[in-house]
């Protein structure tokens, strides 16, 4: 045998080794780029060619039963990283494999500021908590929804609340000792983080997602891991055998410093956990288009890669979709001064209410009861506070006034166009609640600007002094149970004046002697405030599940092999979600897909 037939004959069975004893693609995609001109065209073309044919089967030194036990879990916020740490740790002998399409893991998640809701947790035991229960906590989260969420999916949301956060407090250490009561909440149940001694906030969906992701990489710094990330990587497709079992997913890698790569990943089970397509709205938004298109060119709190792709993988396959036309518009999203038509608005959180903020309108008047469900409190946003006479916002006067000119990007002057405006009000005991490094991280961001007096908030806000003065004065007379809330509320987690300031006011009503209540009273209490506006938040809809967060079909049967959890879902939360559900639902489902995973391998 000559020299050139032995090295054609080594060369094909160095390619087959390549392309069939190791994951060729993967190896391609992770070489740094300068080495990639040198790999031959014909070796590439002729890895296709194997890939397609069956000698795959007979030269593969893979065990047969190897794709069996690997979990693919496609997203890296809460849900996908709770899933796949359930799964890491529930069998020793799974691998698990978590995709994001991002550079790094936490999605949405990281974003979420208000907390995550359970019931009868240790926390709500250690304050004092009493007037809450599973039927109330459930029959909250069923009345939010309109009588369109699933019964069962709420009930086992409800029921695993408490181990949910408890798994956050022992396991991972996170300090979820702060409660608050949000809009449609009938008892305070959302925990969130303390701020640090030093006063440094610690943002409560942040905190958990890093929290999580620092466990993951360590679990893949440990020898032998069984664990791996893949970052810079969107799942196109979702891999059925002849059964229509799902049996691994096909994925594109693609990052600054790779071409782009296409491969494909056997497993035994895959996880959905996506997220929903609330970031479309100054993008492409087809999701939207289709099924909320009144929606379109509203300015969003997600991240713009929330786009539905988990959704639209499992639409493909045959996965029913429910409640798509249901998306969530939160009440406050901050519109920043010096940015003000930026589409991507920060929150204001949920929790800035919880505590005490009110939502004044340009006429330096309440509208609304703060602590109504989202959807209520979006609406009388819309209907009262529409740029008009009637609400005399001026962003461009308002920035002038608070911005430096050199700080502000494209200003526009207030049309018939300008999307509704508010603002919202923290007094000092409000503020408190909420915390003060939480609040100044706000006001760095430029999102919250600060008043001293009573006299400086008004100026600030460019309303009448004695119009918000008596708007004030009416709240914290129904706080004092001295008269009934025009917007029936029920609940004042705090003054707008300072408590003796209150009692005067109290003493002077008894003697209906209210309006001689002198203004110096209010000029020892300091308040923040910021302007807010509705802002595409979450979106209900998705792919049907059951409690065991089993993919569904049209006809009610499962997708063998197919899970989902978190906002991909679709049919928990109805026609509107609870503020504190999401990270709830993360926890709650994303842990259950990790543990049906690997009952279904199990039973393979």
């Known amino acids: 045998m000559g020299f050139m037939t032995k090295f054609f004959f080594t060369t094909v069975l160095v390619s087959v080794f390549l392309v069939v004893v190791l994951d060729f693609d993967l190896i391609v995609a992770r070489l740094p780029p300068q080495y990639k001109p040198f790999i031959p065209n014909s070796l590439m073309n002729f890895k296709s060619v194997i890939r397609n044919s069956n000698i795959m089967n007979k030269f593969s030194s893979k065990p047969a039963y190897e794709s069996k036990k690997v979990v ?116 305070r149940r959302t925990h969130r983080r303390p701020d640090l001694p030093d006063g440094r906030p610690q943002p409560v969906g942040f905190g958990i997602t890093s929290t999580l992701s620092k466990y993951i990489m360590n679990a893949i710094a440990e020898k032998n891991s069984r664990f791996e990330v893949i970052l810079n990587s969107r799942v196109t497709k979702l891999i059925k055998d002849e059964a229509n079992n799902v049996v691994g997913v096909s994925i594109k890698t693609t990052s600054d410093s790779a071409e782009e790569q296409v491969l494909d990943i056997e497993s035994g089970a895959v996880v959905l956990a996506t997220g929903g397509f609330g970031g479309e709205g100054g993008i492409s938004p087809p999701l939207l288009k289709k099924y909320a298109p009144d929606l379109v060119g509203l300015p969003s709190t997600n991240g713009n890669f929330a786009t539905g792709d988990g959704i639209l993988l499992g639409e493909e396959i045959g996965a029913k979709l429910v409640d798509m036309d249901k998306v969530q518009v939160h009440p406050t999203g901050f519109v920043k001064l010096a940015d003000p038509s930026n589409l991507t608005k920060f929150l204001a959180a949920e929790a800035l209410r919880g505590e005490g903020g009110v939502l004044i309108n340009g006429l330096g008047k309440r509208f609304v009861n703060e602590l109504d469900t989202r ?230």
């Open 375 to 604: 959807d209520a409190v979006t609406d009388s946003i819309v209907a009262n506070c529409a740029i008009s006479s009637k609400n005399p916002i001026n962003i461009q006067s308002l920035a002038k006034a608070h911005i430096k000119p050199d700080q502000i990007k494209d200003l526009k002057a207030e049309t018939s166009s300008t999307p509704p405006l508010a603002f919202l009000v923290l007094s000092e005991e409000s503020s408190k609640k909420f915390g003060a490094g939480a609040l100044g991280f706000y006001a760095k961001m430029g999102l919250l600007h600060k008043a001293s007096s009573l006299s400086e908030l008004s100026k600030s806000l460019q309303v009448d002094h004695t119009t918000l003065k008596n708007t004030f004065l009416d709240y914290d007379l129904a706080s004092m149970g001295l008269s009934v809330d025009k917007f029936n509320k029920k609940s004042f987690p705090a003054r707008l004046f300072n408590d003796e300031i209150s009692e005067t006011v109290a003493s002077d009503y008894l003697k209906n002697s209210k309006v001689s209540v002198k203004l110096s009273l209010g000029e020892s209490t300091s308040y923040y405030w910021g302007i807010i506006t509705p802002s595409l938040h979450y979106t209900m809809g998705g792919v049907k599940f059951n409690e065991k967060t089993q993919v569904l079909r049209d006809d009610g049967s499962v997708i063998s092999g197919l899970f989902a959890a978190g906002e991909v879902t679709g049919g928990l939360h109805g026609f509107n979600r609870l503020g504190g559900n999401s990270l709830l639902e993360c926890v709650v489902y994303g842990r259950e897909a990790g543990k049906q995973a690997i009952s279904h391998l199990s039973s393979k």
């Open 72 to 187: 693919v879990v496609i997203g890296g916020g809460l849900a996908g990283m709770s899933a796949a740490i359930e799964a890491y740790l529930g069998d020793s002998s799974v691998k698990v494999k978590l995709i994001e399409k991002e550079q790094r893991l936490g999605g949405n998640s990281a974003k979420a500021s208000s907390g995550i809701n359970g019931v009868g947790t240790v926390t709500q035991k250690t304050l004092g908590v009493t007037d809450d229960s599973i039927e109330k906590f459930i029959a909250d989260t069923i009345k939010s929804g309109k009588g369109l969420s699933n019964l069962d999916l709420a009930t086992k949301l409800v029921k695993d609340s408490n181990s949910a956060v408890s798994w956050l407090q022992t396991f991972f250490k996170l300090d979820l000792d702060v409660l608050a009561q949000l809009g449609g909440h009938s008892a």
